[in-house]
T-cell receptor, first 110, second 114 residues
Framework: DAKTTQPTSMDCAEGRAANLPCNHS???????VYWYRQIHSQGPQYIIH???NNETNEMASLIITEDRKSSTLILPHATLRDTAVYYCIALKTSYDKVIFGPGTSLSVIP | NAGVMQNPRHLVRRRGQEARLRCSPM?????VYWYRQLPEEGLKFMVYLQKENIIDESGMPKERFSAEFPKEGPSILRIQQVVRGDSAAYFC????????????FGQGTRLTVV
């Protein structure tokens, strides 16, 4: 699976959009970009995934660059409950084992 | 459809005892994964199982740890002769056998070795 690179930490003001970047320059054509998050002490939670096209669901939007070498997760209106560690992962299928890197620690500030 | 169920949620064991952690995957899911999270550290992959088979155990410590996913019943992570360093949160995840969906994680078992 391709290696991904994320900033160690970010802050975001409550109510503003949180934009979390991820670099995956070695991603292969059949690897999807997945995002998970872990709120303190809880089990990881799936957020969204995509292959080439931008995706949106009730939690977030995923913007993937045309060359697929990077992506951005957007939480449109961050709340305090969005404070968590966010992980960007490249996977070929849903049953590939998820290998978590250090992720981005997002702090939403009142 | 109930989510991934792990029990117990909290487990206290004395050094030298055995710990058994159980994971019931979501209905229809035949793939199970176990992860360990030491205090203030990241999530580390331990083992990937399908029904009655261990697919990848590259993250399992060589001694004292074992995992199974029998034809019937939950997946079990077993730690023999626990030591203080085994104190951690253990998470289980499951996914369906095909398709491109997501893995679902349980809320974890917090093992404390005293």
């Amino acid at each position: 699976d391709a290696k991904t690179t994320q900033p160690t930490s970010m802050d975001c003001a409550e109510g503003r959009a949180a934009n979390l970047p991820c670099n995956h320059s070695t991603i292969s054509g059949n690897e999807y970009v997945y995002w998970y998050r872990q709120i303190h002490s809880q089990g990881p939670q799936y957020i969204i995934h995509g292959l080439k096209n931008n995706e949106t669901n009730e939690m977030a939007s995923l913007i993937i660059t045309e060359d697929r070498k990077s992506s951005t997760l957007i939480l449109p209106h961050a709340t305090l409950r969005d404070t968590a560690v966010y992980y960007c992962i490249a996977l070929k299928t849903s049953y590939d084992k998820v290998i978590f890197g250090p992720g981005t620690s997002l702090s939403v500030i009142p | 459809n109930a989510g991934v169920m792990q029990n117990p949620r909290h487990l206290v064991r004395r050094r030298g005892q055995e710990a058994r952690l159980r994971c019931s995957p979501m209905k229809g899911h035949s793939h199970v994964y176990w992860y360990r999270q030491l205090p203030e550290e990241g999530l580390k992959f331990m083992v990937y199982l399908q029904k009655e088979n261990i697919i990848d155990e590259s993250g399992m410590p060589k001694e004292r740890f074992s995992a199974e996913f029998p034809k019937e019943g939950p997946s079990i992570l077993r730690i023999q002769q626990v030591v203080r360093g085994d104190s951690a949160a253990y998470f289980c995840a499951s996914s369906p056998p095909t398709g491109v969906t997501e893995a679902f994680f349980g809320q974890g078992t917090r093992l404390t070795v005293v």
